[in-house]
Nanobody, 121 residues
Framework: QVQLIESGGGLVQAGDSLRLSCAAS????????MGWFRQAPGKEREFVAG??????YYADAVKGRFTISSDSAKNTVYLEMNSLKPEDTAVYYC????????????????WGKGTLVTVSS
């Protein structure tokens, strides 16, 4: 059984930084396409960042501010978030896909329960 457990969310001020972690079990992250998605109140879940085979991908809204990385030894994926803005406020979800197709919520096979990030102005 694959489990993804996110941590690191919280309440910060605009301009601050946070690092989210996603600890995976039941499947090696190196054999998966791993992604971070977010869902703000009243909005659809959207792609934030992804990593597969050492390559990284970002949504335009976070490019240059967020960095996704992974540690295979710990089977953990990270999302370093800098220069946070109020519009980054959302529940952030870690997701994994058995095989890569596109970075879309419908393409991911496993999901964590999410961690809330709130950015105050």
């Amino acid at each position: 059984q694959v489990q993804l457990i996110e941590s690191g969310g919280g309440l910060v001020q605009a301009g601050d930084s946070l690092r989210l972690s996603c600890a995976a079990s039941g499947r090696a992250i190196s054999a998966s396409a791993m992604g971070w998605f977010r869902q703000a109140p009243g909005k659809e879940r959207e792609f934030v960042a992804g990593i597969r085979n050492g390559l990284t991908y970002y949504a335009d809204a976070v490019k240059g501010r967020f960095t996704i990385s992974s540690d295979s030894a710990k089977n953990t994926v990270y999302l370093e978030m800098n220069s946070l803005k109020p519009e980054d406020t959302a529940v952030y979800y870690c997701a994994a896909a058995r095989y890569y197709s596109i970075w879309s919520p419908s393409s991911m096979h496993y999901w964590g329960k999410g961690t809330l990030v709130t950015v105050s102005s």
